[in-house]
């Protein structure tokens, strides 16, 4: 898992780190609004220096999802 | 947000790609990853599919077959080729050949779809992660793409103010507040019976019962507009007499402060029509506990868990200068 992403997702959702594991999604955590969400994006973009494209930031609702979007975004 | 056509379905390969083997020719082992992968997007609404050159027998004896098969919506097993069983599969889902991607780890399967049905993307299953968040729309109910698209450029224009009262007060946000405005009764019922979070009470009414409750008591309605456009009708309070039955907010327009902006504009229009008190009501559910200090934060007294009552004369709320009324 990466660090990095668990942080910024415990961040966001005002959880502790460890509540965050590969499988969390928006159906496993309780808070995982809208509101949550984009300020999930902004705090990632901030974290890795990316910017995601707003085609994507939708679809960012897994752990899984969110990994390939970012690593997409490192490697561009 | 403009963006290319988006795919509906995702058509799977069987051997080596939702396991590892061959089934019919030895043990197989299932790749846990995508078959959790297959589960949540048939969740969200993804069509899946499956087109492999298989026993249809040996393949519906597995055990990854019989775990997926509630969210399966098309198979074709058989020996044929896959152009055509594709183009069946289209056809029975009733849906363009543009919108299916087709996974299959084999390099000849792929190229041969690509070079017979080039509208169909075929991709490797590596690939299926990164074509599921270019390709699809995933985001449903959370994010409606038009509130969406405005709520994102909120969140990236908050980064460039350090203040969040700066930042709020540059929204230029425009609460519009109605009293038992009828042609609103189907969304507001529709709020009642969806709102979990923001919901004090999360009491359920239907339309014929917003109806009545007009004709008794004041059923107020909250739309909001601010400089990215118009979140519509996001807002209900019913006052029955001296009593707040229900105060809800749809959680897409949280964190602004415009609760308490609604709950101020409602006690002055209580006060005006003479009222000298209300009570408020905190009914807990499992789903809204943050909101079990809306009513003291604004300042109404704490009889007990549920009831909190405010004489208007104490009332001391000063409300923040960043709205404005219509």
């Not at chain 2, 009914?283 to 549920?306: D, L, W």
């Amino acid at each position: 898992m990466n660090k990095k992403i668990q942080k910024v997702m415990a961040q966001a959702f005002e959880i502790p780190e460890d509540q965050i594991n590969i499988n969390s999604s928006l159906d496993t955590l309780e808070n995982w609004d809208s509101i949550h969400h984009l300020r999930m994006i902004v705090f990632l973009e901030r974290e890795f220096d990316i910017v995601i494209p707003d085609e994507k930031v939708g679809n960012m609702i897994n752990y899984k999802l969110i990994n390939s979007v970012i690593n997409e975004c490192i490697n561009k | 947000m403009e963006r290319h056509k988006l795919k509906k379905a995702i058509i799977f390969d069987c051997d080596n790609t939702l396991w590892e083997g061959v089934v019919g020719e030895g043990d197989i082992i299932p790749d846990k990853g995508i078959i959790a992968d297959i589960k949540f997007f048939a969740k969200r609404g993804v069509i899946i599919g499956i087109c492999s050159k298989n026993n249809s027998q040996d393949v519906h004896q597995t055990s990854v077959m019989k775990e997926l098969n509630v969210y399966i919506s098309v198979k074709r097993i058989n020996w044929k080729n896959k152009p055509h069983n594709m183009r069946e599969i289209a056809k029975e889902l009733n849906i363009g050949l543009d919108a299916i991607v087709f996974v299959d780890d084999m390099e000849f399967e792929r190229s041969l779809m690509e070079q017979q049905l080039p509208e169909v993307l075929s991709i490797h299953p590596d690939e299926l992660l990164k074509t599921v968040t270019e390709q699809f729309d995933l985001s449903g109910d959370m994010l409606k793409t038009l509130q969406y698209q405005q709520n994102y450029k909120r969140a990236k224009s908050a980064e460039s103010f350090t203040d969040i009262d700066d930042f709020l007060a540059s929204m230029n946000m425009v609460l519009k507040i109605r009293v038992n405005d009828e042609s609103q009764i189907p969304r507001i019922s529709e709020l009642t019976q969806k709102t979990n979070q923001f919901n004090l009470t999360t009491i359920r009414y239907t339309e014929e019962q917003i109806t009545r409750e007009m004709g008794w008591n004041r059923v107020y309605s909250l739309s909001v507009t601010d400089k990215f456009g118009d979140n519509g009708l996001t807002g209900v309070c019913i006052v029955c007499g001296n009593f707040i039955g229900t105060f809800l907010l749809s959680c897409r327009i949280l964190g602004r402060g415009i609760e308490y902006a609604f709950l101020d504009w409602v006690i002055k229009d209580l006060m005006k029509l003479g009222h000298k008190e209300i009570t408020g009501r905190y009914r807990r559910t499992p789903k809204n506990k943050q909101v079990a200090t809306f009513y003291s934060n604004y300042g109404f007294k704490k009889m007990n868990e549920e009831y909190f009552p405010l004489l208007f004369s104490e009332n001391k709320y000063k409300l923040k200068p960043h709205f404005q009324y219509e």
